[in-house]
T-cell receptor, first 117, second 113 residues
Framework: DGGITQSPKYLFRKEGQNVTLSCEQNLNHDAMYWYRQDPGQGLRLIYYSQIVNDFQKGDIAEGYSVSREKKESFPLTVTSAQKNPTAFYLC????????????????FGPGTRLTVL | AQSVTQLDSQVPVFEEAPVELRCNYSSSVSVYLFWYVQYPNQGLQLLLKYLSGSTLVKGINGFEAEFNKSQTSFHLRKPSVHISDTAEYFCAVITDGLPKLVFGQGTRLTINP
């Protein structure tokens, strides 16, 4: 059953801690994305990767880090430098990672809700 | 930079009534337009997309949208809504050659019986 999985579904973090959110896809997609969703603000792009071992900052990358060591995996680390990390985090992927894949549909995972205590 | 405006944050309608969710984008250069739906505590699912050709696009669950280049709009419509359409709807735009999808703020559709 192909798709995108995110874990955990709910995550609680104490102030000052780093946490890592998992995103795995078995769709053989080249490109992967991380978004942050806050009420009334839509989705904002954190980081994206169009190919293994390469990634680019999105609009709100400060306080976050990523890696792309394998095609199917794109973990997101929320560091202690992120001032307001409580949000819903969504991972997505598309078939093609190059600019020629602009029209590809982005497929989304079920999301991880992060709460800072 | 490209921006997307969804003019209504919330839209309440009665079951079986028609609905229109409005979306405007800022740049008229080559763009591709998408509508996604999000059910509570879930990811986003594609409803429909406009890439080229006919400006009226039909999607899943009976939804359709019309691309209007002169008004830079891509409004979503359904002639008769059902309780199961209760969800949040996002309009999104991608500019040709750029890999970044820009989302609107979302419209929460509430269906009353």
């Amino acid at each position: 059953d192909g798709g995108i999985t995110q874990s955990p579904k709910y995550l609680f973090r104490k102030e000052g801690q780093n946490v890592t959110l998992s995103c795995e896809q078995n769709l053989n997609h080249d490109a992967m994305y991380w978004y942050r969703q806050d009420p009334g603000q839509g989705l904002r792009l954190i980081y994206y990767s169009q190919i293994v071992n390469d990634f680019q900052k999105g609009d709100i990358a400060e306080g976050y880090s990523v890696s792309r060591e394998k095609k199917e995996s794109f973990p997101l680390t929320v560091t202690s430098a992120q001032k307001n990390p409580t949000a819903f985090y969504l991972c997505a992927s598309t078939v093609t990672g190059t600019s020629g894949g602009t029209t590809d549909t982005q497929y989304f995972g079920p999301g991880t809700r992060l709460t800072v205590l | 930079a490209q921006s997307v405006t969804q003019l209504d944050s919330q839209v309440p309608v009665f079951e079986e009534a028609p609905v229109e969710l409005r979306c405007n984008y800022s740049s008229s250069v080559s763009v591709y337009l998408f509508w996604y739906v999000q059910y509570p505590n879930q990811g986003l699912q594609l409803l429909l997309k406009y890439l080229s050709g006919s400006t009226l696009v039909k999607g899943i669950n009976g939804f359709e949208a019309e691309f209007n280049k002169s008004q830079t709009s891509f409004h979503l419509r359904k002639p008769s809504v059902h309780i199961s359409d209760t969800a949040e709807y996002f309009c999104a735009v991608i500019t040709d050659g750029l890999p970044k999808l820009v989302f609107g703020q979302g419209t929460r559709l509430t269906i009353n019986p």
